[in-house]
């Protein structure tokens, strides 16, 4: 089974960037759905954005034209890439990987922190 470590959270001030990665193991990124999700205190995990295995992806209306899921395959990652951070977009970031015909999201990593002031 495919095993996810988030990294690259941390605080930052409204208008800045962050680059969020997941290195995967144990399988290969490429072969999988994969997806950034966050959640904030008090409130329901969302989806920030998706991505298929032939790299199709898309994106929360909330995020869209901010930020930008990509995967480079030769060090089995997975990157979200975050520009003009508001508040709101301040949660706890997971990604999760599933087999693509598969509904459900069988693999998350432990999330990483994003504080945004």
């Known amino acids: 089974h495919v095993q996810l470590v988030e990294s690259g959270g941390g605080s930052v001030q409204a208008g800045g960037s962050l680059r969020l990665s997941c290195v995967a193991s144990?399988?290969?990124?490429?072969?999988?759905?994969v997806a950034w999700f966050r959640q904030a205190p008090g409130k329901d995990r969302e989806g920030v954005a998706n991505?298929?295995?032939?790299?199709?992806?898309n994106y929360a209306d909330s995020v869209k034209g901010r930020f930008t899921i990509s995967r480079y395959t030769a060090k089995n990652t997975l990157y979200l890439q975050m520009n003009g951070l508001k508040p709101e977009d301040a949660a706890m970031y997971y990604c999760?990987?599933?087999?693509?015909?598969?509904?459900?999201?069988?693999?998350w990593g432990q999330g990483t922190q994003v504080t945004v002031s």
């Open positions: 991505m298929t295995t032939d790299s199709r992806s």
């Open positions: 999760a990987a599933r087999v693509c015909w598969q509904s459900a999201f069988a693999y």
């Open positions: 144990g399988g290969r990124i490429s072969s999988y759905c």
